[in-house]
């Protein structure tokens, strides 16, 4: 069930008129079932996987807040990390690692290795659920929270569907609480959800998809060999498909979740305008570069240990971010290039920009994007050979006049989303045109809907972060 399809819109109309003539308890328990009903669309096989880690967690949770000795505490804490990520690497990791040690084996001249892949289907959304389960866990036993006294609470906190299967990645302290608490109607802020879908609508099926059919034919060579042109527009035409294709499902996500009383973090703040790295991962992802920061970054030791340390701390994080999105060692690259540079704006102490004049700033936006999309050429690529080779392209340069056309209709599609962010980048406000009026509110919602009708690519494209 796509969010960018009409069974979805469906299955949220009904969700949204049936939820609201309920009163508190029975929305928590309608809202349950609704979102296992969505889960199990993917594939229900995986529905009671989640339902016994559910389980687990809240047990566990319970028994850390009566458990009366640190001792006690931390076992039980060290069970359920265990449980967590033992489950999120047999599914997502295991055939990956028995793939590398074959290889390695090969590599040393052990060419009878028996070890093979069991070829394990991936859980929809489990890297999600997965973090938010271990964030609750932590929190309960740091005691920032008091564990969940009702288990449909916890459940439905855990599964409530416009998160369920590519995020944002809420944190118990945000969402629990509404969850625990009767919602009321707010035509107001259903009002921001609907324009938030509508917009998330723009960024996916506009810009993301239409990106997607330039960026998809640079990488598979359907385009010709790399050359130097052609880097830069299949780079640059990735980059904003994947922005414009997670961005928009966050915004459907949060507008989702508004049209049922809920609040959602927001998960991009105009990440390509950022300055520095730094304050890339401020903007981008959010939910994910928080988490790192907060139960990884931290807990490693930050930037606690001197200089040295915070610079392992950092690149550490960084390549577990990077492993995290994918059982392919060119997500470990890329998160190395991440990890490598934001040590090394850390050594150069490269911070904020209010000093900077306009021209300063706009060159380091410059300079932070193409840094970036360096990085999404091993993001992108099928191997961290075919990267390499990509990248050693640019210095080869060609024109022909397909690039032209191909250069354009990325420009087209882009152009919209940028001055969308310059917009909300100037306004400060977590919604487009928020201190208007609502009528020009509701004449920018009609002009995502007409280029959604005629302007959506005609090729289909699934979220890319849902293979995370």
Same mark, same amino acid.
Request: hydrophobic residues 55%; proline residues 3%; contains cysteine.
């Given at each position: 069930?796509?969010?960018?399809?009409?069974?979805?819109?469906?299955?949220?109309? &009904?969700?949204?008129?049936?939820?609201?003539?309920?009163?508190?308890?029975?929305?928590?328990?309608?809202?349950?079932?609704?979102?296992?009903? $969505?889960?199990?669309?993917?594939?229900?096989?995986?529905?009671?996987?989640?339902?016994?880690?559910?389980?687990?967690?809240? +047990?566990?949770?319970?028994?850390?807040?009566?458990?009366?000795?640190?001792?006690?505490?931390?076992?039980?804490?060290?069970?359920?990390?265990?449980?967590?990520?033992?489950?999120?690497?047999?599914?997502?990791?295991?055939?990956?690692?028995?793939?590398?040690?074959?290889?390695?084996?090969?590599?040393?001249?052990? *060419?009878?290795?028996?070890?093979?892949?069991?070829?394990?289907?991936?859980?929809?959304?489990?890297?999600?659920?997965? $973090?938010?389960?271990?964030?609750?866990?932590?929190?309960?036993?740091?005691?920032?929270?008091?564990?969940?006294?009702?288990?449909?609470?916890?459940?439905?906190?855990?599964?409530?569907?416009?998160?369920? &299967?590519?995020?944002?990645?809420?944190?118990?302290?945000?969402?629990?609480?509404?969850?625990?608490?009767?919602?009321?109607?707010?035509?107001?802020?259903?009002?921001?959800?609907?324009?938030?879908?509508?917009? =998330?609508?723009?960024?996916?099926?506009?810009?993301?998809?239409?990106?997607?059919?330039?960026?998809?034919?640079?990488?598979?060579?359907?385009?010709?060999?790399?050359?130097?042109?052609?880097?830069?527009? =299949?780079?640059?035409?990735?980059?904003?498909?994947?922005? =414009?294709?997670? +961005?928009?499902?966050?915004?459907?996500?949060?507008? #989702? /979740?508004?049209?049922?009383?809920? *609040?959602?973090?927001?998960?991009?703040?105009?990440?390509?305008?950022?300055? +520095?790295?730094?304050?890339?991962?401020?903007?981008?992802?959010?939910?994910?570069?928080?988490?790192?920061?907060?139960?990884?970054?931290?807990?490693?030791?930050? #930037?606690?240990?001197?200089?040295?340390?915070?610079?392992?701390?950092?690149?550490?994080?960084?390549?577990?971010?990077?492993?995290? *999105?994918?059982?392919?060692?060119?997500?470990?690259?890329?998160?190395?290039?991440?990890?490598?540079?934001?040590?090394?704006?850390?050594?150069?102490?490269?911070?904020?920009?209010?000093?900077?004049?306009?021209?300063?700033?706009?060159?380091?936006?410059?300079?932070?994007? *193409?840094?970036?999309?360096?990085?999404?050429?091993?993001?992108?690529?099928?191997?961290?050979?075919?990267?390499?080779?990509?990248?050693? #392209?640019?210095?080869?340069?060609?024109?022909? =006049?397909?690039?032209?056309?191909? /250069?354009?209709?990325?420009?087209?599609?882009?152009?919209?989303?940028?001055?969308?962010?310059?917009?909300?980048?100037?306004?400060?406000?977590?919604?487009?045109?928020? +201190?208007?009026?609502?009528?020009?509110?509701?004449?920018?919602?009609?002009?995502?809907?007409?280029?959604?009708?005629?302007?959506?690519?005609?090729?289909?494209?699934? $979220?890319?972060?849902?293979?995370?």
């Amino acid at each position: 069930m796509l969010f960018d399809s009409a069974v979805y819109f469906v299955f949220l109309s &009904i969700v949204v008129v049936v939820y609201w003539r309920l009163r508190f308890r029975a929305q928590n328990a309608f809202l349950l079932a609704a979102s296992y009903f $969505f889960y199990a669309w993917w594939d229900w096989r995986f529905a009671g996987l989640m339902a016994i880690s559910t389980l687990l967690d809240f +047990s566990i949770a319970r028994a850390i807040g009566r458990a009366g000795s640190e001792r006690k505490r931390r076992t039980l804490l060290v069970v359920s990390l265990a449980i967590n990520f033992g489950l999120l690497g047999f599914f997502k990791y295991f055939d990956f690692f028995v793939a590398s040690a074959v290889q390695s084996l090969e590599a040393l001249g052990f *060419h009878s290795a028996t070890l093979a892949p069991l070829h394990i289907l991936l859980p929809a959304g489990i890297s999600f659920y997965t $973090f938010q389960e271990v964030a609750y866990i932590v929190d309960v036993y740091n005691r920032r929270i008091e564990p969940a006294d009702s288990v449909l609470d916890y459940a439905l906190f855990i599964s409530l569907f416009p998160h369920l &299967i590519a995020g944002p990645i809420q944190r118990p302290s945000h969402l629990l609480p509404q969850v625990q608490q009767p919602r009321r109607w707010d035509a107001d802020k259903a009002f921001d959800g609907a324009l938030l879908i509508l917009e =998330g609508l723009f960024r996916k099926c506009v810009v993301a998809d239409q990106c997607a059919l330039v960026a998809n034919a640079v990488f598979s060579g359907r385009m010709g060999a790399p050359n130097g042109a052609l880097v830069l527009i =299949g780079s640059y035409a990735f980059a904003w498909q994947i922005y =414009g294709d997670f +961005s928009g499902y966050s915004s459907i996500a949060r507008g #989702s /979740a508004q049209l049922l009383g809920f *609040h959602f973090m927001v998960n991009f703040r105009q990440p390509y305008l950022a300055t +520095s790295l730094q304050d890339f991962w401020r903007r981008w992802h959010i939910s994910l570069s928080t988490w790192l920061r907060d139960y990884l970054y931290i807990p490693l030791g930050g #930037s606690r240990g001197g200089r040295w340390k915070t610079y392992r701390n950092l690149l550490l994080t960084m390549l577990l971010g990077g492993l995290w *999105h994918g059982a392919n060692w060119t997500f470990v690259v890329w998160g190395g290039i991440h990890g490598s540079w934001l040590a090394v704006e850390r050594a150069l102490e490269i911070g904020g920009d209010r000093a900077m004049t306009f021209a300063g700033r706009w060159v380091r936006r410059i300079f932070i994007f *193409h840094l970036v999309c360096i990085a999404w050429v091993f993001f992108r690529a099928a191997s961290i050979p075919q990267a390499i080779s990509f990248l050693k #392209s640019l210095a080869v340069w060609s024109w022909q =006049g397909e690039y032209g056309v191909a /250069a354009r209709l990325v420009a087209v599609v882009v152009v919209p989303l940028l001055l969308i962010d310059l917009q909300l980048e100037s306004s400060g406000n977590e919604y487009l045109f928020a +201190s208007t009026s609502w009528r020009p509110r509701v004449a920018v919602g009609l002009a995502f809907t007409i280029l959604v009708a005629f302007f959506s690519a005609n090729e289909p494209n699934a $979220f890319i972060y849902f293979q995370f």
